[in-house]
């Protein structure tokens, strides 16, 4: 059984190391590579992975658009985020998925308590936006705050997945107006703000307390100045790594056909990895 993360650079990914923890833990005998795919022969060469009998390919920058583009059948979730990280190969045919609305919210949900926010305030209007506010509409979550720096985009974002919650796109400098002026039940940050600690967010959360729950995407480093802000104020703060080994859950039950789990020894093996 034979499965693949592919990419363009495809180095720096932790999904070997991932799926390969899984393979130990299972007992399956697999394979799970890390292929560097360049986008003038994407399609080409996936048609010539599933010829070769591999099971499917997780897909990561810059090919997730391509990815769905090329399926023969797309699944609800990767239709509306319009992206897949996940090419499931059967009968010569192939499925394209996402799974990083559900890795985000079992990355998140232990910090909810078993609440549903009511109002989330959401930085970033990127590819990783759109998987979180489909993974916010889903739960339930009843007014969504959508800011951009950009405000056309947010604007654009805003009235495609407008679907089941209300989403209200603001600017930056307003979101942060609003943050330290209302509480919020959840605040995520899906922008890379913050990343190896360049252009942090400094946003002083006034209005923010235990009852909020922050979360940060961003995993390096794993606290970044938002969350150390937020834990300040006394708010509940879940990390960006969680999501990264959550989203590889469905992943490897489709191609490998076993449920895993995310235990304290993948994740001290991926953060030994990473240096965090």
């Known amino acids: 059984m034979k499965a693949a993360v592919v990419g363009h650079p495809i180095a720096h990914s932790q999904s070997p190391a991932i799926h390969g923890h899984w393979l130990e833990a299972t007992g399956i005998a697999g394979t799970y590579e890390a292929l560097d795919l360049h986008p003038d022969r994407f399609e080409a060469d996936i048609r010539a992975l599933v010829e070769s009998g591999f099971q499917g390919v997780n897909a990561t920058v810059p090919h997730k658009e391509a990815a769905l583009a090329?399926?023969?059948?797309?699944?609800?979730?990767?239709?509306?985020?319009?992206?897949?990280?996940?090419?499931?190969?059967?009968?010569?045919?192939?499925?394209?998925?996402?799974?990083?609305?559900?890795?985000?919210?079992?990355?998140?949900?232990?910090?909810?308590?078993?609440?549903?926010?009511?109002?989330?305030?959401?930085?970033?209007?990127?590819?990783?936006a759109r998987a979180v506010l489909v993974a916010l509409q889903d739960a339930g979550v009843d007014h969504i705050t959508l800011a951009n720096?950009?405000?056309?985009?947010?604007?654009?974002?805003?009235?495609?997945?407008?679907?089941?919650a209300r989403i209200d796109p603001m600017t930056w400098d307003d979101a942060e107006d609003l943050l330290n002026r209302e509480r919020t039940d959840l605040l995520v940050n899906t922008s890379s703000r913050g990343m190896k600690a360049e252009n942090p967010i400094t946003c002083a959360l006034a209005a923010q307390d235990a009852q909020t729950v922050v979360n940060d995407?961003?995993?390096?480093?794993?606290?970044?100045?938002?969350?150390?802000?937020?834990?300040?104020?006394?708010?509940?703060?879940v990390d960006g790594l969680g999501m990264l080994l959550h989203q590889a859950r469905p992943a490897?039950?489709?191609?490998?056909?076993?449920?895993?789990?995310?235990?304290?020894?993948?994740?001290?093996k991926v953060e030994t990895r990473m240096g965090l």
């Open 70 to 128: 090329m399926a023969d059948s797309v699944d609800d979730t990767a239709r509306r985020i319009g992206a897949s990280n996940t090419l499931v190969f059967q009968n010569g045919k192939i499925e394209a998925r996402n799974t990083d609305a559900y890795g985000f919210w079992e990355n998140l949900a232990p910090g909810l308590l078993g609440q549903v926010p009511k109002r989330a305030v959401v930085l970033g209007a990127g590819g990783a």
């Open 149 to 164: 720096r950009t405000l056309s985009r947010a604007q654009a974002l805003a009235e495609e997945l407008a679907e089941t």
């Open 217 to 237: 995407i961003v995993y390096t480093p794993l606290q970044t100045a938002l969350l150390e802000t937020a834990a300040a104020r006394g708010c509940r703060t």
């Open 252 to 268: 490897f039950q489709a191609f490998f056909g076993a449920r895993v789990t995310v235990d304290r020894g993948l994740r001290h």
